[in-house]
Each structure stands twice: as structure tokens, then as C-alpha cells.
């Protein structure tokens, strides 16, 4: 099975509005962090946001915010007022466990275009 | 600039030559990760050091594919015999806390 899924291949959306990029995951752990990536056409995977397990609140980093849904086992993406420069790929990732230093599981990605 | 370094940045070899690519993490960091991403997909785990200790190989990781971290600083990653099915982007990552940050990738075309 997947550990990360991302039902999304292509996302459009009309500048300045929100968009949200679905993920969800798979484990049996109970400790467990969620990730994400950013990857423009050049190549670079650029870290956005990330959820701690055992954190009891959204996390938030500016105009991403991860929507945790612990029991449904997904951890939506959302990007307020989009800008252009969000055009890119986006990837959820997941690292099983406690210890920090475990792999890391990619999705397979969500390319997101904004329409100005 | 302090983050995550790769070179070469990009190489095209022909089928059968070896390549090798560096990677050079974030200086506190002692954790170094190599990640392969082929077209369409997310990055894949292919190995992982906590300082010069190779800790983690993929199944992915074949013989042919050898990486090596001397000085728990600088890692590099070779690849024997490369074939047609190499060709991929491979990407750097180091970590001490919780995230992962990674280098621009190596895009290597194999012909």
C-alpha cells in the first residue's frame, strides 16, 4: 500500500483566491510527522509546512496551512491568496516513527497552476 | 549560502561510464540523505548517514550504486555502469531536527 496519496495530478486556480491540495497517508505508527514540499521547474524541493502527530493544532507558516485530519488520516495543503509564483509541484511527505532521522515517504504530486 | 550543495548540477553520460555526484549538507547537519526522482513521481529513499555511518540502503540501491560520507561531512553517491534506466534527478537532503532540506539535485541523463 501507499504510504502517501495524492489524488490530485493537476490543480488550477484564479489568483489571490485559496486552493487546497488533498493528502493522505497510511501508517500504523503513532508517532509520525507530515510534510510540505514545494518543487519548481527547477528542480529544488523547498520545505513549506510541517505536522507533528501529536500536535493538537493546524499547523500554520504564513499562507500555507496543513489541514490534520488525524482520524481520516489526511493532511490537506492550503495556499491562501495564490500567487503566481506558486506554480509549481507540490508534495506531501511523511516520516514514520519517532526518531527524526527515519526516511522520509513522497507522494506522488499535485502540479499547481495559477491563472492570473 | 548555507544550504544544501550538489554538483554538478547536471551530466550526460553515455551507457556503461561510472559518474559520481557530491553532495554537501548544511554544515550542523549530521544527517545526509540520497533521494532519486524520476518524471512524475516523488522523490524514493535510496540511502541515509547519521555522520560518516551509512545507516539505511534502499532495495532500490543496487550493486552498481555505491555512496560514501568519509568525514561525516560531504557525501558522494556513484553509480557503476550506468543504464538507460538511471536517468533521473538525484536529490540531496540533510536534516538535524525535524525536516528534511535538500540541495538543488543532479539531473543525470544516461544515453
Known amino acids: 500500500a501507499q504510504k502517501i496519496t495524492q489524488t490530485q495530478p493537476g490543480m488550477f486556480v484564479q489568483e489571490k483566491e485559496a486552493v487546497t491540495l488533498d493528502c493522505t497517508y497510511d501508517?500504523?505508527?503513532?508517532?509520525?510527522?507530515l510534510f510540505w514540499y514545494k518543487q519548481p521547474s527547477s528542480g529544488e524541493m523547498i520545505f513549506l509546512i510541517y505536522?507533528?502527530?501529536?500536535?493538537?493544532q493546524n499547523a500554520t507558516e504564513g499562507r500555507y496551512s496543513l489541514n490534520f485530519q488525524k482520524a481520516r488520516k489526511s493532511a490537506n495543503l492550503v495556499i491562501s491568496a495564490s500567487q503566481l509564483g506558486d506554480s509549481a509541484m507540490y508534495f506531501c511527505a511523511m516520516r514514520e516513527g519517532r526518531y527524526t532521522g527515519n526516511q522520509f515517504y513522497f507522494g506522488t504530486g499535485t502540479s499547481l497552476t495559477v491563472i492570473p | 549560502d548555507t544550504g544544501v550543495s550538489q554538483n554538478p548540477r547536471h551530466k550526460i553520460t553515455k551507457r556503461g561510464q561510472n559518474v559520481t555526484f557530491r553532495c554537501d549538507p548544511i554544515s550542523e547537519h549530521n544527517r545526509l540523505y540520497w533521494y532519486r526522482q524520476t518524471l512524475g513521481q516523488g522523490p524514493e529513499f535510496l540511502t541515509y548517514?547519521?555522520?560518516?555511518?551509512?545507516?539505511?540502503k534502499s532495495r532500490l540501491l543496487s550493486d552498481r550504486f555505491s555512496a560514501e560520507r568519509p568525514k561525516g561531512s560531504f557525501s558522494t553517491l556513484e553509480i557503476q555502469r550506468t543504464e538507460q534506466g538511471d536517468s533521473a534527478m538525484y536529490l540531496c537532503a540533510s536534516n538535524l531536527g525535524e525536516t528534511q532540506y535538500f540541495g538543488p539535485g543532479t539531473r543525470l541523463l544516461v544515453l
Open positions: 548517514f547519521q555522520n560518516e555511518a551509512q545507516l539505511e
Open positions: 505536522q507533528g502527530s501529536y500536535d493538537e
Open positions: 501508517t500504523s505508527d503513532q508517532s509520525y510527522g
